[in-house]
């Protein structure tokens, strides 16, 4: 799985700025209601990325189909947090983590 934190210039919250501009955004789209997932247009079917807060600094974890939706997805993000809002960035941090092992169902008895 690939992490991507955006890390704001001190006093500013990059996950409100985001849900306020993805409003306007013709590529990018909610996906849930709450208004967490995040889906790219040009892939509907491609996966998506999960964002959350953190004191201002935005999580991101994208969840792709495939390996090539992988690049794709960060490749899209990435690029729109910079020329969204690179005034207002210190940072963009990338983290590889392993996927969490699949989940056994339960054995009915």
């Known amino acids: 799985m690939l992490v991507l934190q955006a890390v ?53 974890h994208v969840h792709p189909k495939t390996p090539a939706d992988l690049f794709y997805l960060a490749e899209k993000f990435t690029g729109r947090l910079v020329a969204w809002f690179q005034p207002d960035l210190a940072a963009i941090n990338v983290q590889f983590i392993d996927d969490p092992p699949p989940r056994r169902p339960k054995k009915r008895t």
């Open 8 to 60: 704001p210039q001190p006093g500013r919250d990059i996950f409100k700025l985001l849900r306020a501009r993805i409003r306007a955004a013709n590529t990018w789209d909610w996906s849930n209601k709450s208004r967490t997932r995040l889906k790219h247009v040009q892939r509907p079917k491609g996966g998506y990325i999960k964002i959350a807060n953190a004191d201002g600094v935005l999580v991101a």
